[in-house]
């Protein structure tokens, strides 16, 4: 019999089949905390990444890794060491030759000798004069020649990665001036928008050996090509104009006929990447002379940071992880920086992927699913407190969706989602038992036992939480219990009282309403002025939606009315409270308590003026005042709530 063999390893085709789905749920507990302390929800998610989950390595770390490499590479040392070494070379050519003249009796070597003691001090315009001299010593000949050599090799070693090795053969100088020819060509084609697909597969196969790093399309050949010429020029504009003027004749000089068709290729990159830092200097400092490779190698260093940095600052409109390059994270930063953007962009592209952010004009936001999530963990937050007992609380438990019990009970039915009369259903599978005479222990249930408490007819509610949103709000931290209160409310609302109507409404120099979405998103109103007439104003209207739902109005403030509308619908403001902004509000609260309104107040802080206008609003409304701890707003407002909703409107 044949016996089959089989070879087991490492899936291969995409994605492991059995890896645990992606839990982003920490993560999206670790923004919701945040914002339940009073947080920023745009600022929560940006911490998010900034900080990365569960404390681990985020953008921030990254960026200040960027920043620890710039500020090195921006003292690596002196940006003129070209114009430096030239000079140095120079120095010592002439020096040579002198030596050699002085060992030469004869009118020519004295002629040459008053020649190089009248060169002219710019070292560009001595290296032109000395272009046509007959040198004695040998020597002085191979200094001399070593200055233009080397920087025409720097020069050009500096833009086409890998050829300063090359150029020392005579017959590779000839081919480059053939394929800066035919690069010029070929760039001229590409910012025409001709296609170029064919001519840069025969460009490649012609002059692939200058190109070591085989750049895959004209775009990457442009990217590369464009990055180095940038930091050549911007080498050029960081230098002093005497320097950039020496530099600049003296490159012209070693560069020879290829001077112009460089030049050419310097505007054609620029006008094809116009985005790059072309004309941007940089104050490198160092104690070394920097050559012009070394140097132009530091600037482009410097801009591909600064890139990076741009990149994961993250601050454009519309700014994503994806936008941020892996490779040139992991080519300036290291592998393991590569891993945590990994890492953090799979992180941003499940938050989104799973349904827990979306994307805006404004960047990431809760969505209603997070919010839900969040307004269970305000909610559980709240219970937690009610269920340790405190004084004059309830169980919320107990306020289940059957509503009242009325102290009757019957035969449960097919459906029924009342809760169990436990002692009538044991004695009547006791007396069933009984009767059979077979009465045993356990008692043995069956369906025809069970009996359910009778329940009245639960009465909806409409409710309009008004909070306020003046800054003294955030200032004296209250900002995180207020939002923490109105979530708790609305999730309840949401999961155990759906057939309730609830509206919250902010108010600070005028009032709004707010959607779930919207409150987790406010920021304090930095507009002095508390309306709450306007606040009251969009209760009654919330209410009269509802007529047929039990009027409830919550009140959540730190501070006395400052502000009322004006018939023209502009808020009028002024501190300390007028009578006209008292008088207006209380008008508003006239006509909630004619209409049944339940109106209670929970006040914060303890301002004289705001103690007098509860009281005497209570007095007038028939509601109540309460004075909780911030941190004891939640379980406040929600069990006010559970017990208003029981009234009937009378």
Known sequence: MRHNRFRYGAWRGGPDPLAPPYDVRAAVDQVGAEVLDGGSLREALRNLLRNGPDGGRGLDDLLARARRLRREAMRRGDLDGAVTRAQQLLDQAVATERDALAQVDSDDARFAEAQLANLPRSTSRAVSELSSYGWTSPEARALYEQILDQLRNDVLGQRFQGMKEALQDPATQERMREMLQDLNALLGKHARGENTDDA?????????????????????????????????????????????????????????????????????????????????????????????????????????????????????????????????????????????????????????????????????????????????????????????????????????????????SRRWQYGDEQPIDVVRTIGNAVRRQATGGTAVLPVALDVEDFEIAETERRVSAAVALCVDLSFSMMADGRWGPMKQAALALSHLVATRFPQDALQIIGFGRYATKLSVEELAAVEPDYVQGTNLQHALMLAGRHLRRHPGSDPVVLVVTDGEPTAHLLDDGTSSFHWPSTRETVTSTVHEVDQLTRYGAVLNLFMLGEDPGLRRFVDAVARRSGGRVFTPDAGDLGRYVVSDYIRARRGRRG
Not at 232 to 253: H, N, T, V, Y
Not at 260 to 274: F, I, V
Not at 325 to 348: K, N
């Open 200 to 408: 840069f597969a025969q460009f490649m196969q012609r002059h692939g050996e200058f190109f070591p790093e085989q750049p895959g399309s004209v775009d990457e050949l442009v990217d590369a090509l464009a990055r180095r010429a940038a930091a050549g020029e911007r080498l050029l504009r960081s230098l002093s104009p005497q320097q950039r003027a020496e530099l600049q004749s003296l490159m012209e000089q070693s560069l020879g006929s290829l001077a112009g068709e460089m030049a050419a290729l310097t505007d054609n990159l620029r006008s094809l990447r116009p985005d790059l830092n072309w004309g941007r200097g940089e104050r490198v400092r160092g104690e070394r002379d920097l050559g012009y490779g070394e140097a132009a190698g530091a600037l482009e260093e410097i801009g591909d940071l600064d890139d990076l940095l741009d990149q994961l600052g993250q601050e454009h409109p519309g700014a994503t992880l994806d936008d941020v390059d892996v490779e040139a994270v992991e080519r300036q930063l290291g592998r393991s920086a590569a891993d945590d953007l990994r890492r953090l962009r799979e992180l941003e592209r499940q938050l989104r992927r799973q349904g827990w952010v979306t994307r805006g004009a404004d960047g990431l936001t809760l969505s209603p699913k997070a919010l839900r999530r969040l307004g269970g963990t305000a909610l559980r937050t709240v219970f937690a407190d009610l269920s340790a007992g405190r004084k004059g609380q309830h169980d919320l438990r107990d306020a289940g969706a059957a509503g009242e019990l009325t102290g009757a």
